[in-house]
């Protein structure tokens, strides 16, 4: 079974610059997640889809990121303009979503480092 | 707003020694737990998954225990190897599939 893929895997601009960041979940997951992780701290939820649905962007900074899975498939994180601090890591994960919490693992891609000059 | 705390931070230590990494957590409304393994330039793979009504749960040489009601867990690893050295990362499971993750530990294991 193939993984959750994401390219480019490393990408560096300069501020005020855009940048976008692709994602392919495992075939048959309902459920995608972007996650932003800077240096030394965990994994940070920016926005969740099922199907192609939102169903939690609370944390994503809307004046300047934007995300869209249009045909419930494959998903596009977008930043327009990039800061300094938006260098990171981010991570794409789908699952199933079966309905049960206890069996809904998350399956995380190997990530896009995003560094910004 | 929930907070997961991991301590230490690092840790090093000799190999076959047998250690225990922290998490703490300030809300108990939990689905589950998870442990996570992050190695540099990889994704993360899940290590235990500790459902709300469990204790604990064990893979292999590890084992992950869950204390609900003071908001705790702990990974331990028995008989440490160098390939263990990694960033362990344990996040809460709250409503709607969403994960809330601590800072992480960096082990390393020394030969």
């Known amino acids: 079974e193939a993984g959750v893929a994401q390219s480019p895997r490393y990408k560096i601009i300069e501020k005020r610059q855009s940048v976008a960041f692709w994602c392919n979940p495992i075939?048959?997951?309902?459920?995608l997640y972007w996650y932003q992780q800077i240096l030394g701290q965990g994994p940070k939820l920016l926005i969740q889809?099922?199907?192609?649905?939102?169903?939690?962007d609370s944390q994503l900074p809307k004046d300047r990121f934007s995300a869209e899975r249009l045909k419930g498939v494959d998903s596009t994180l977008k930043i327009q303009p990039a800061k300094l601090e938006d260098s990171a890591v981010y991570l794409c994960?789908?699952?199933?979503?079966?309905?049960?919490?206890?069996?809904?693992?998350?399956?995380f891609g190997p990530g896009t480092r995003l560094t910004v000059l | 707003k929930q907070e997961v705390t991991q301590i230490p931070a690092a840790l090093s230590v000799p190999e076959g020694e047998n250690l225990v990494l922290n998490c703490s957590f300030t809300?108990?409304?939990?689905?589950?737990l998870q442990w996570f393994r992050q190695d540099p330039g990889k994704g993360l793979t899940s290590l235990l998954l500790?459902?709300?009504?469990?204790r604990e749960q064990t893979s292999g040489r590890l084992n992950a225990s869950l204390d609900k009601s003071s908001g705790r867990s702990t990974l331990y690893i028995a008989a440490s190897q160098p390939g263990d050295s990694a960033t362990y990362l344990c996040?809460?499971?709250?409503?709607?599939?969403?994960?809330?993750f601590g800072q992480g530990t960096r082990l390393t294991i020394n030969p």
């Open positions: 994960a789908s699952s199933q979503t079966s309905g049960r919490p206890s069996t809904d693992t998350q399956y």
């Open positions: 075939s048959g997951h309902a459920t």
């Open positions: 889809f099922q199907n192609n649905g939102v169903v939690d």
């Open positions: 809300d108990s409304a939990i689905y589950n």
């Open positions: 500790i459902q709300s009504s469990q």
């Open positions: 996040a809460v499971i709250q409503g709607a599939q969403k994960l809330v």
